[in-house]
């Protein structure tokens, strides 16, 4: 940690950060939250041996000009922070979770169908500079975010020595939480890669088992956001729309990957429950309601959901209209 704490509480924040970043999560915000909410005790309360309400609401008052979804994040990392101190003083404040009005929400996920996929891998063809590997990158970059639900920097951060088209696998490496995982790919997937691997190596760019894998028109890896910029650019320009009427997110393919695969599992026939460890397994998340902020059921899905549960209640009344205790 690079923050300095000098408040009454500092040791308390430090202990309560190096317990989170040992559990794997990545709490660069929150150390920015508690820096400030140390400072305000210092400066305020500089005896105090515990956190109380005045504290912690005059505090979320010096931050009533930022944005409500900024002020509950906040509210969220001082309320796991005296979490952690009620464990060791029960008289330490938590603040209630409806503290501050609800934030609103920011962005709606779009969920792309394989009409959108389509549009966007033909304009992404279409890229200049007419005869350079930049067409192929953004293609094969799109479809693999399509077929494997990748985030965009895992996908970016790949090196030749992670895709291994021998085996069909994706070594996931430096993951949102530390974690690293294998993606198995399919056959017409891995035949993808090695096409783009192939015209990669004809415009003798770096081969070295360390090189990224993604690479931009000046031999380097990819920058996600000059990425990011030029798929804004391609939504715009096939005026694609979320039900929000902003402009769609590359990120919005993990949620449409996630969306997919649930319905492909209910459409199975198979019990969604059993389902879920192993999407999340897939997705890098470390529990399974980091999944659920993922799945988004349609018409379709919830069609499918509900004639499931019409059987299950037709399969029900069978049994107890047709069990051997009928007529007693």
Known sequence: MNQQFCGPLADAIERHLRLRHSLGFIY??????????????????????????????????????????????????LRQFCRFLFQQDSTAYVPETGLLPPAKTVCRPHLYNPDELAQLIRLAKQLPPAGSLRPWTYTTLIGLLWVTGLRIGEALRLNLEDVDLNQGLLIIQQTKNFKSRLIPLTASTTQALLDYRERRSSYDHDQRTTAPFFVNERARRCVRRTVESTFLTMTRQLNLKTAQGRSPRLHDFRHAFATRSLARFYQSGQEPAAYLPVLATYLGHTNITDTEVYLHPQSDLLETAGERFRTHIREIGNLTLGGPDEGL
């Open 28 to 77: 660069r915000g929150a150390a920015s939250t508690l820096s400030s909410f140390d400072r305000y005790l210092a400066q305020h309360f500089p005896t105090t041996q515990t956190v109380t309400r005045p504290m912690v609401e005059t505090f979320l008052e010096t931050s009533r000009h930022l944005a409500p979804k900024t002020r509950a994040q906040q509210l969220s990392d």
